[in-house]
């Protein structure tokens, strides 16, 4: 028997759930009970943000960004995408459509996207392109980058030096080489 604590029948009833769900819910075995809510025993106290004295209560959220995301971090990741894709291009399929090595700004871009879409999340990927369907389009992607183009990116985004080819699982897959990204 399966209980829905911290409502009664007459609450749900209130609530906007249909007499059909309801009716569905009491068929299924559903026990209406009065139970009360658990409340915590200590009151959260802490004021939220960062408490940082270096971080100005004016700084904004690119200002917060930035401090993790430096010009040295954008360079290491640009740098390693267009090593790997480079590589892969002329090593593993040189019938591969050609790479254009992408800049801090496009990276930046990316990145960009990448977080608008985790904002705005939708079913497929290339929704977010989408003309078909401009009502869940996300709004300016396709004038940032083109859908190819993110793709392009995404298959080849590296962060990690690995000039030996070597892929992870592989015999010869150097963990250690995952560290360069935290000294960039």
Sequence with gaps: MLVVAEHTLE?????????????????IGF????????SYTQPYTVTPGP??????SQSTPQDLFSRFFT??????????TNQYANFFVVQNNPSCRTWTNTTVDEMKAFVGLLICMGITKLPRLEL?????????????????????????????????????????????????????????
């Design 11 to 27: 609450s749900v009833r209130s609530s906007n759930l249909s007499a059909a769900t309801i009716a569905v819910l009491n068929e």
């Design 31 to 38: 026990e209406w009970k009065k139970q009360e809510p658990t």
């Design 71 to 80: 010009d040295e971090v954008w360079d290491c990741i640009v740098t390693e």
């Design 128 to 184: 977010h392109w989408s003309s078909k369907f401009p009502q869940i389009k996300t709004a300016g992607t396709s004038v940032i980058m083109p859908l190819r183009r993110f793709e392009q990116i995404w298959r080849f985004l590296h962060l990690t030096e690995n000039s030996n080819g070597t892929a992870y699982g592989q015999p010869g897959f150097d963990m250690t080489n995952c560290s360069k990204f935290g000294n960039c």
């Design 51 to 56: 408490t940082s004295p270096d971080v100005a």
